[in-house]
T-cell receptor, first 118, second 113 residues
Framework: GAVVSQHPSRVICKSGTSVKIECRSL??????MFWYRQFPKKSLMLMAT?????????EQGVEKDKFLINHASLTLSTLTVTSAHPEDSSFYIC??????????????FGSGTRLTVV | AQTVTQSQPEMSVQEAETVTLSCTYD???????LFWYKQPPSRQMILVIR????KQQNATENRFSVNFQKAAKSFSLKISDSQLGDAAMYFC??????????WGAGTKLIIKP
């Protein structure tokens, strides 16, 4: 089945630095990528939606200059957390829509990235 | 706007028994899709089962089945013959017209050996 590879799985960075998270669809073209943030024992919070070759659409309250999303190709989307602060520490998950299948088939998720900002 | 409600923060079941996780949703649309996703301790989200609203027949995937009550806007998940590997967070989700998933708060399922 469809696989989304997300890296890194864990990252620790210092306050003020930037961190890039990659999501790569291995055997399909991801026409749409969703980026989520998940707090401990909580549900997924949608941060932004990106379509290949277009600017990402951010949810209300998500700083687009802080969370930079690039979806330059049909197999790769990146989330860069710029000038990270401790409050950015969280679990980030990407989810991709396989353009070959109907949307109602559901989406494929990456394995997530645990970001810790110290 | 659509909303999804999971009223059970935690459920526990004895191994080999049956458990039902509840989910209700609110929408004004007549045609939509509903999903149950599982998130085990590895935190990898896994699709468990999906249901098309226009289908009256309840979806079934091996030990997993749903009770879809469209008029009541209810979409419960039944897990039969519970196994230790079923222990996870279970999320109910609604696919909206923008192709975004609207998520419930989740139910933590504990399997007692």
């Amino acid at each position: 089945g469809a696989v989304v590879s997300q890296h890194p799985s864990r990252v620790i960075c210092k306050s003020g630095t930037s961190v890039k998270i990659e999501c790569r669809s291995l055997d399909f073209q991801a026409t749409t990528m969703f980026w989520y943030r998940q707090f401990p024992k909580k549900s997924l919070m949608l941060m932004a939606t990106s379509n290949e070759g277009s600017k990402a659409t951010y949810e209300q309250g998500v700083e687009k200059d802080k969370f930079l999303i690039n979806h330059a190709s049909l197999t790769l989307s990146t989330l860069t957390v710029t000038s990270a602060h401790p409050e950015d520490s969280s679990f980030y998950i990407c989810s991709a829509r396989d353009g070959r299948t109907p949307t109602n088939y559901g989406y494929t998720f990456g394995s997530g990235t645990r970001l810790t900002v110290v | 706007a659509q909303t999804v409600t999971q009223s059970q923060p935690e459920m526990s079941v004895q191994e080999a028994e049956t458990v039902t996780l509840s989910c209700t949703y609110d929408t004004s649309e007549s045609d939509y899709y509903l999903f149950w996703y599982k998130q085990p301790p590895s935190r990898q989200m896994i699709l468990v089962i999906r249901q098309e609203a226009y289908k009256q027949q309840n979806a079934t995937e091996n030990r997993f089945s749903v009770n879809f009550q469209k008029a009541a806007k209810s979409f419960s998940l039944k897990i039969s013959d519970s196994q230790l590997g079923d222990a996870a967070m279970y999320f109910c989700a609604y696919l909206d017209s923008n192709y975004q998933l609207i998520w419930g708060a989740g139910t933590k399922l504990i399997i007692k050996p």
